[in-house]
């Protein structure tokens, strides 16, 4: 059976059937920006980081399935200029403080903004009023940070069978929450060893206890940029599941 | 009470909509052991009965009040002084907007659009509508509420909603019997009036225009364990009514477009998505579902050719994007409103993921018609494009707002000049995220291959300030974004920010240049037609009524976004002090 294929910046990429024209990049090693994705869970679409121009109209290529002879475009400047927009949008809609951060280094929103380029948060801060929450034994939640990449909620969901986190609100009200009646995670499940403790790819859920255990500039993305870490993100062959995706 | 509700929503989370909004109407507001009990009952994690309650705009999570009064801020509602009433309102219940007054009685606030621009300024208290506000209503209305009357001895001609029908044509002027035109379908054939459908071209009348005829066949050919029909009743498009005068006089046309479609599909299930603005018409929809099941025109066996299907009510709760299909489907299933990613489509993965037919009100009134009258006779209506007729939500500066039925390919001006339009600036049609066009323009057609339309018709005259215009607009696209992607839930908010900026005296050329780079990233990275077209008021008005901006522009290149006078507006409001020395002299106010 011949290999089918598609266009990807003058690339062919190969594909298997089901697969996302992400998916299909990913695995042939071609660096994809994304927040919202993970190798292991479904798709989601909401950050929309990894917009490309398919077929000659925006789409999200984690959302999109691969099919023969598609042409797309990612590299380019107005897609890249999309992309940042976009980081910049979510910097100024939480409150990060990177020097502070003890996901400095481990954090894809920080390593995304290296990656793309982004000199400056661009727009006003909006400074949201976002309480920690640490009234959990072993970890805490720091609001300040979250991009709502549901990535916990579907973790806690879909793995540990706890649905532990939730969204509540509309629009740029839209927030985390927790399953209890105080709204304090103390007062849930949540544990440790959760899957949903493991995918945070900002610095929201934290472990108590333990901190910059590791130095800053020795982290994670201090020593390569998150693109040359292409192979942490490819999908998961059936036979190969791989571990969570930890610092 | 809530035992009660539970058990007659069979503790069905997909019913969680009605079971929250019958729970809010017993107890006044969804507090957190009310939100703990209902999600044990219908056995969903307690987060994510919470989630759904916090996303729409009528659910409250905390006390608004025994009265919770919700001003429509549409701009017609603004154009008619609805902002003057409330403040009026506020004064005299000793209350600031959004705050419940001290002993728990009372709050208010301003809401979207409700519908009633062609009789406004409306309100709706405990989401009973009252359009037709005035300064008398006002008083009267405090005066009812500090003497806690119930609303049901309030005047009841308060609660009257006008039709207003200032030209009626095959849909609104339709006489047929109930039943009439079911009877013809069933007689025909599926087969035989999916043909029709197909013949007549009749397009959705939503605004998107996709062929109901196709929409409907490729249900029909999908597989499934049951297949749905839903009828789209939200109606939240700013300055749109015209699916609330359908349901009002031709509901039997509307139900049996649903019944037609549901045999042509393989349906035995149907629901009615009514926005939760239009709750006044839930009892009198239900009267008349169930006159149909007496006659024979619902249920079991119907007309006695084996045929089962039946039609609910579901009421929404104040949220635009659910007028979105997939986002529409989510919340009926008792969720978030938040569109689904697409593909698949839902006439293939629709409610519960089984094959479903969305369509609007005035798309299954004139499937109705069709299959009565055929498809022949449909498509002799309207232009060789744009087949049948359309009816218009009209409303603004002109001197007979209501809704007009026109065959397709009616100009602009000839709308203008039947509801008594002058000196007429601009026209918004098919609301903010429709087009706003110019005089030069008032020749082009009301058609699918022309000016499209989901039915909003705003007249803005020469006195009105068009940046206002879009300025509310703007706003209620920050308001009512869902969330959900990055593009949409930001963006919407930073175009806010810009329009206020510039209404306060300090945008810049800058700003505009900022504004046009909003509008390429909701365009393109926007997961749905909320975000894609939220800047669009702004990106048509820059082009058309460029004075509008550019007289609020400052001249230099760039205004620092730190304004130092409006920093000190906390301390100003901690020390009660507003005169002008506790206020810095600005650039501003030096140039008034």
């Not at chain 1, 948060?121 to 709502?148: E, G, K, Q, T």
């Not at chain 2, 939220?534 to 901006?549: D, G, I």
Request: glycine residues 10%; charged residues 25%.
């Amino acid at each position: 059976m011949n290999e089918q294929t598609f266009n990807l910046d003058g690339q062919e990429i190969p594909f298997a059937a089901g697969q996302s024209v992400m998916q299909a990049a990913l695995a042939a090693g071609v660096f994809v920006p994304h927040l919202c994705y993970h190798p292991e869970f479904r798709p989601h679409g909401s950050c929309k980081l990894c917009t490309m121009k398919i077929n000659g109209r925006p789409a999200t290529s984690c959302t999109t399935p691969a099919a023969a002879g598609m042409e797309v475009e990612s590299d380019t400047p107005e897609i890249l200029d999309t992309r940042r927009i976009l980081l910049q949008m979510l910097l100024v809609e939480g409150n990060h403080f990177c020097p502070s951060c003890e996901k400095s280094g481990h954090c894809k929103l920080q390593a995304l903004g290296y990656e793309l380029g982004v000199m400056s948060p661009h727009f006003n801060h909006f400074y949201p009023d976002r309480p920690v929450d640490a009234s959990h034994p072993d970890v805490l939640l720091d609001f300040n940070r979250c991009i709502l990449c549901e990535l916990c909620i579907r973790a806690s969901a879909e793995v540990d069978g706890k649905n532990v986190f939730a969204l509540s609100g509309r629009g740029i009200k839209k927030h985390l929450i927790v399953n209890a009646e105080s709204g304090k995670l103390g007062d849930t499940d949540f544990a440790l060893t959760d899957k949903a403790a493991q995918v945070c790819p900002v610095g929201v859920i934290l472990p108590k206890h333990k901190g910059f255990a590791v130095p800053i500039g020795q982290r994670r993305f201090d020593a390569e940029p998150i693109s040359a870490h292409v192979e942490e993100f490819k999908p998961i062959a059936a036979a190969a599941p791989r571990a969570g995706d930890k610092p | 009470m809530l035992t009660d509700i539970l058990d007659r929503h069979r503790r069905d989370g997909t019913r969680l909509m009605q079971i929250l909004r019958e729970a809010q109407e017993a107890l006044g507001w969804l507090s957190p052991a009310t939100i703990t009990a209902i999600a044990s009952g219908i056995g969903w994690p307690r987060a994510k009965v919470e989630g759904t309650a916090s996303f729409y705009s009528f659910f409250h999570t905390r006390p608004m009040g025994e009265y919770r009064v919700l001003w429509s801020d549409n701009i017609t509602d603004r154009m008619l002084g609805n902002l003057d009433l409330m403040q009026a309102m506020c004064q005299k219940l000793w209350l600031e907007p959004g705050r419940v007054s001290e002993d728990g009685l009372v709050s208010v606030d301003t809401t979207s659009c409700t519908g009633m621009c062609d009789q406004g300024p409306a309100v709706l208290v405990n989401y009973r509508a009252i359009p037709r506000m005035t300064r008398e209503r006002v008083e009267l209305m405090v005066e009812l509420i500090r003497a806690r009357k119930p609303l049901a001895d309030w005047p009841a001609d308060w609660f009257v909603i006008e039709d207003n029908i200032r030209r009626a044509d095959i849909l609104l002027g339709n006489r047929m019997a109930p039943g009439e035109a079911l009877g013809a379908a069933l007689a025909a054939g599926a087969d035989a009036m999916l043909a029709e459908i197909r013949t007549s071209q009749l397009r959705g009348r939503g605004g998107a225009g996709f062929a109901t005829g196709l929409k409907w066949e490729a249900c029909r050919q999908a597989r499934g364990t049951a297949h749905y029909v839903i009828c789209n009743a939200d109606e939240g498009e700013p300055g749109t009514f015209k699916d609330r005068v359908l349901l009002t006089r031709q509901p039997d046309l509307v139900f049996e477009g649903m019944t037609i479609a549901a045999h042509i599909i393989g349906a035995r299930r149907g629901y009615v998505y009514l926005r939760g603005e239009y709750r006044y018409l839930l009892e009198s929809l239900e009267s008349v579902l169930a006159a149909r099941r007496a006659a024979g025109l619902l249920g079991a066996d119907i007309l006695g050719k084996g045929f089962d299907f039946d039609i609910e009510i579901h009421l929404g709760a104040g949220a635009y994007v659910c007028g979105e299909e997939s986002a529409l489907i989510e919340s009926l299933e008792g969720k978030r409103g938040v569109p689904r990613n697409r593909p698949p489509y839902p006439v293939t993965h629709g409610f519960l993921n089984q094959p479903t037919v969305v369509n609007n009100v005035e798309t299954f009134a004139a499937a109705a018609l069709i299959a009565a009258r055929g498809g022949d006779w449909y498509r002799s209506f309207g232009t060789p494009r744009s087949a049948g007729t359309k009816i218009l939500s009209v409303s603004g500066d002109c001197a007979r707002p209501g809704v007009y039925e026109y065959p397709f390919g009616v100009s602009v001006r000839q709308v203008l000049a039947d509801c008594g339009a002058h000196d007429s600036q601009a026209v918004q049609i098919s609301g903010p995220s429709g087009i706003c066009i110019g005089p030069d323009e008032f020749d082009r057609r009301i058609a699918f291959e022309d000016i499209p339309t989901a039915g909003a018709f705003m007249i803005f005259d020469i006195r009105r300030d068009i940046f206002d215009v879009v300025r509310n607009f703007i706003h209620f696209f920050a308001h009512e974004s869902c969330g959900f992607c990055t593009p949409c839930r930001v963006g919407t908010t930073l175009l806010k920010n810009l329009m206020d900026k510039i209404a306060a005296g300090h945008g810049t050329r800058y700003d505009i240049d900022e504004i046009y780079q909003l509008n390429r990233v909701l365009r393109t990275a926007a997961h749905c037609g909320l975000g894609h077209t939220a800047a669009n008021p702004l990106v048509h008005t820059l082009e058309k009524f460029r004075p509008a901006y550019e007289r609020r522009l400052k001249s230099m290149e760039f205004e620092p976004a730190f304004d130092l006078d409006a920093a000190l507006s906390e301390a100003r409001q901690m020390t009660g002090r507003d005169d002008a020395g506790a206020h810095l002299a600005t650039d501003t106010e030096n140039a008034r």
